[in-house]
């Protein structure tokens, strides 16, 4: 059967306020990360994506900042909508250059948006 | 705007039986990948397809696991002798091409597969 599910870290904010959604990844040589947000039953959604070589990058209303240092990724939403209820996993690539490319993916952070 | 997608949305099988997960990638991709997800659980990579050859498959993707691009469409997962711990949801995901700006994996909204 199934496992038992892993307890999600859970974000909860007001409608209105920004959100900041944090995320380790593991591996120094990680050189592509991406934020994807997935609703209940449905597939990982791209939101924006960041190079290594890049230390920030903006997008409509969400913002990922990248601190290589600690190896730490940070997603920002301005102005939370009840829409944006999701859960949010950060998913970093080993292999930029490769034709395998495949992703690893964090344990991912559920966000509550109260009205 | 295209998507990948996915068929059957849900799949209740027998254990031992053997089941095929259909996936229509993005029809200019090159790249196409396997993930899944177990209940609750972070997304699992499971293996990369290209040029007609995998690319690269994690321990997950043993002898019971095969995927095949019959077509110039399709791209499918076969698992030929499922297990109860094969129940998951189990989602496609292709990319452009190898490239500056064309890294992102987009996924389709996945299989669910229950293991009776």
């Known amino acids: 059967g199934e496992s038992v599910g892993l307890h999600l870290p859970t974000l909860s904010v007001q409608e209105g306020d920004n959100s900041i959604i944090n995320c380790a990844y593991s591996?120094?040589?990680?050189?592509?990360f991406i934020w994807y947000k997935q609703e209940s039953g449905k597939g990982p959604q791209f939101i924006i994506d960041?190079?290594?070589?890049?230390d920030k990058r903006q997008g409509q209303r969400v913002t990922v900042l990248l601190n290589k240092t600690v190896k730490h990724l940070s997603l920002q939403i301005a102005a939370t909508q009840p829409g944006d209820s999701a859960v949010y996993f950060c998913?970093?690539?080993?292999?930029?250059?490769?034709?395998?490319?495949?992703?690893?993916f964090g344990t991912g952070t559920r966000l509550q948006v109260t009205l | 705007e295209p998507e990948v997608t996915q068929t059957p949305s849900h799949q209740v099988t027998q254990m031992g039986q053997e089941v095929i997960l259909r996936c229509v990638p993005i029809?200019?991709?090159?790249?196409f990948y396997w993930y899944r997800q177990i209940l609750g659980q972070k997304v699992e990579f499971l293996v990369s397809?290209?040029?007609?050859?995998?690319?690269?498959k994690s321990e997950i993707f043993d002898d019971q696991f095969s995927v095949e691009r019959p077509d110039g469409s399709n791209f499918t997962l076969k698992i030929r002798s499922t297990k109860l711990e094969d129940s998951a949801m189990y989602f496609c995901?292709?990319?452009?091409?190898?490239?500056?700006?064309?890294?992102?994996?987009?996924f389709g909204p996945g299989t669910r597969l229950l293991v009776l």
């Open positions: 960041i190079r290594s070589n890049m």
């Open positions: 995901a292709s990319r452009p091409r190898q490239g500056a700006s064309e890294e992102t994996q987009y």
């Open positions: 591996n120094s040589a990680s050189d592509y």
């Open positions: 998913a970093e690539n080993t292999d930029f250059t490769g034709t395998a490319s495949k992703l690893t």
């Open positions: 029809s200019n991709h090159l790249y």
């Open positions: 397809f290209y040029n007609n050859e995998i690319s690269e």
